[in-house]
């Protein structure tokens, strides 16, 4: 069973940087090809697509609000994905959820919440101004 654990939120001034990690403390992800995902939600706002990645790693997708600025990756062998997040602002201030789903392929990756499975319980980032 896919476990997910979010670590690595916390409070940063605008401009700074934090890397969050999501971990399967359930079955490895080398045993599936599990697509990934990182998405968030603000109080009183919908929860909304932030980055995601094939299985492989080769294939990436970066909502507009964070390309640029966010990177995500992956490392099968430690059941880890994360979330390097470089020049934050405030309006990213959220909880950040990761998110997993069987993939028919190595190379896809998928954006919908509606597309992923599993989810972690979130890691709260807040960003000052």
């Known amino acids: 069973q896919v476990q997910l654990v979010e670590s690595g939120g916390g409070v940063v001034q605008a401009g700074g940087s934090l890397r969050l990690s999501c971990a399967d403390s359930?079955?490895?992800?080398?045993?599936?090809?599990?697509?990934m995902a990182w998405f968030r939600q603000a109080p009183g706002k919908e929860r909304e697509f932030v980055a995601a990645?094939?299985?492989?790693?080769?294939?990436?997708h970066y909502a507009d609000s964070v390309k640029g600025r966010f990177a995500i990756s992956r490392d099968n062998g430690k059941n880890t994905v994360y979330l390097q997040m470089n020049s934050l602002k405030p309006e990213d201030t959220a909880v950040y959820h990761c998110?997993?789903?069987?993939?028919?392929?190595?190379?896809?990756?998928?954006?919908?919440?509606?597309?992923?499975?599993?989810w972690g319980q979130g890691t709260q980032v807040t960003v000052s101004s």
């Open positions: 998110a997993a789903r069987a993939s028919s392929s190595s190379s896809y990756y998928y954006t919908l919440i509606s597309d992923y499975s599993y």
């Open positions: 359930g079955r490895p992800f080398s045993r599936k090809t599990m697509a």
């Open positions: 990645i094939s299985w492989s790693g080769e294939s990436t």
